[in-house]
């Protein structure tokens, strides 16, 4: 693939200044671009590799154009830019036309217009595909589940009975949607197991990563809303309700029953402890567990932050004690005020 | 499915207060259920719920009695009953009949009555597979595993050679039981494998949920006990021997050589590092790592608790210097004493 | 099998005390082995269980000869010598010769000599293999994936499509190489896909786990660096690079762009947050959060230690409150110094 710089800039919807007639043939980073690749400069702390880059051409903002030695697509939000970029250069095979002979579809599917069913897939009775949507190898479909138009299920994805994908939904590699939430009532030393009749409802444009796992619901639907990100090993637990456009970094753990606003960002590693409800508007950082409903939008952590062993160690005995020192400079203090 | 709600008090052995002749069709939650459902009251913080609810019915304790508009069944623990109903309403295909002819099942394997293989599943050499067990699609049993009698494994479970499972052991999609532990000897910068001659060896009525890893042992088995339940995406390392009815929620990573007593409840995303026991009874709350032994039952927790960042990061600039606070405590405390 | 102790001395390069003569018949732990077993005592924690073993022999340093009872390997490192001999005593039946029928292999692959593809398995086109790999049952390899020699990929491993392995690489069940990265650029309130055009390269005598992700980097590889060991279910974001001969334990979650040094350690359910580099030689603790770059090499923990629940609620409350603690702490040593 080679696109013309002056054509980029069209296609980007940004000024252009250098050599429009410059062919570029695929991305690169400031630091290992080559002749022929754009670039692209976003945070600041990378400013540095801008006099140095050998990529011919760089997508920038206003405020670098005159540090840049090569031609240069001035954006707004050179990142936003950079991401439209990639999708220019971006050459996948498509999926195989048709069922593969070694998937196992069951009579009573409905297929829409060049659906694609890859290999050792199973689809299972009462599964309906949506048209232009891609199975990939190795999946297992569902009895009655319904999957809008263009999804695509990359490889080895599971969908439990009945769960609804909407519109352009893509699930990567071994993700598990719809299985048992974990539900038990514990009848003196027994555990009597909950039934799931409820089911996993997801939206449109929704992208789920690898390895995650989100379950069905009781009795309601487990709702993943418009827009929402989900990235690789991420669990979701029963009845959870996330709002649209909410972002979800790897490994987050969502308990049972939480409810997360819109355009929230649960940040890698993070958790939520079951049946609370985070506003709108919050971010959570790495790792960190909302053990509490959040009423207000801004950001939010717990943890200590990372120190050498050596001081963890006095630190926690500290902490550990934190209650009976803060008793003691109680103590000092009245007895100060006294004197 | 119909049943008069008398009957559904005799088969749940509870007190029926109300319309006994009425029909109930399904389960609903308090808020969302229609005529025709029978809800549950069990948490007090959803008692607001009551009097608004559509329920024809609601399983309730006899504190509520008086406040529940709808029929009602009277119950010691509502939320066991509730647990019990959900069996009576569920209603899930049952796995079809024999081999699938897309599965690969081995000449030398012994298989019970009425056991179920699903589509592309493998079944290896020397395996044996009790009555009544269903084997879903897509899965591996590895050669000389023995499953016992009405085990369900879902959909794409991968078991390793030798793996035994006790009787009705149902495993969720993804889950993978008796991959080599993580074990190295370093010998300078470089690692000696630990080759694994343990296995995994699981109770009668354990679940297991979906992407969940548990190693198999390297001299003796890694053992799960009866009646315990684990969640999704749970990581239980080489050796651990895990007591009966023990819970394991979602994500937490378990280490190498733990043994974890009976009726213990590990929280979500909890964690405890290797050769450590775990007394009897003991809960770890969610997030919380376990960083040695426990002799003692209760519940122990980690951690700090999330707060706005802006506060968090003040915080922890005075958490990491804690130990010089202390000794400027004493220090204060000496110089008082003195005056 | 059975080899003889003498003949046993010899092949482990180490010095025997006792009856050469004795066959050993397989590895077992002090307190479990029986007659015809070989122990190992590395952990002095173990050290009280030498008197009433039942091991045959037992490996074990100079320090503890006097006090075995048994016959003995004198070795300087016992756990490494107990690594060799698990491979010495490590039965396990090779993969089947060939490709397994039910295997849908594309016609445009390379296969080199003795690979084995097993059941189920989906190998796309472009794909090479190299000699003696093994490719086990319900794996997919994308297309132009290259696998160097001697590989192992247990069972339902997914590599995405240009992933490359070097040579004598190991991967257990159901772990995902090579999705894509989870990469939004913002614009408003959407979210615009980044494409991957990067992929995953992986060195040589590498070993990764089950269930474990790494995703495929921007626009340069993920590299993961030789000798490196990752256990089961870890996350590793896009374009991060690891050094050679680091360990990785169970459940880490590594966010993008992170440089990981040589012969570093991080911690099971460890995390690193995105853009930072650790050094060469950096021991990270369990379920600790690396939240900035670490320039010395050393030991570094987060968190608190885990406490009764009662207690550690009280300390957390103080924790909150730390910074006005200080401030008041500050006061009181102010006024104190006035008088």
């Not at 969502?254 to 958790?271: D, N, T, Y």
């Amino acid at each position: 693939m080679r696109i013309k710089l002056s054509r980029l800039a069209e296609l980007l919807d940004v000024e252009l200044e250098g050599d429009g007639e410059c062919e570029i043939v695929g991305l690169g980073a400031l630091a290992s671009a080559v002749p022929g690749q754009l670039s692209f400069l976003s945070n600041p702390a990378y400013a540095g590799q801008l006099a140095g880059t050998r990529a011919s051409a760089v997508i920038i903002g206003e405020k670098f154009r005159a540090s840049c030695p090569a031609s240069k697509l001035i954006s707004l939000d050179p990142y936003v830019t950079f991401a439209r970029a990639t999708a220019l250069f971006h050459v996948e095979a498509g999926p195989p036309a048709g069922i593969h002979p070694a998937a196992a579809v069951h009579e009573e599917v409905r297929l829409g217009k060049d659906v694609s069913i890859g290999a050792n897939s199973v689809i299972e009775a009462g599964a309906a595909i949506g048209a232009g949507s891609a199975i990939g190898p190795g999946c297992v479909i569902g009895a009655g589940c319904e999957i809008g138009p263009r999804c695509q299920l990359r490889r080895a994805v599971v969908l439990y009975p009945g769960v609804r994908l909407g519109r352009n939904v893509q699930i990567d590699a071994n993700s598990v949607i719809g299985a048992d939430g974990f539900g038990y009532a514990f009848d003196g030393g027994k555990s009597v197991k909950i039934h799931h009749g409820g089911s996993v409802r997801i939206g449109d444009d929704v992208d789920i990563g690898a390895g995650t796992t989100i379950d069905r619901g009781v009795m309601d639907d487990t709702v993943i809303g418009n827009g929402v990100k989900i990235d690789n090993q991420v669990q979701i637990g029963h009845n959870c309700v996330i709002g649209d456009h909410t972002v979800i970094c790897g490994c987050a753990a969502i308990a049972g029953s939480v409810v997360i606003g819109r355009h929230c960002v649960m940040g890698g590693a993070s958790g939520a402890v079951g049946h609370i409800t985070i506003a709108d508007g919050v971010e959570v950082s790495a790792m960190s567990l909302v053990s509490r409903s959040i009423a207000e939008p801004g950001r939010y952590s717990s943890g200590t932050g990372h120190m050498k062993t050596s001081r963890w160690k006095r630190v926690i005995t500290r902490f550990q004690e934190l209650d009976e020192m803060a008793l003691r400079l109680q103590g000092l203090e009245k007895r100060f005020k006294k004197d």
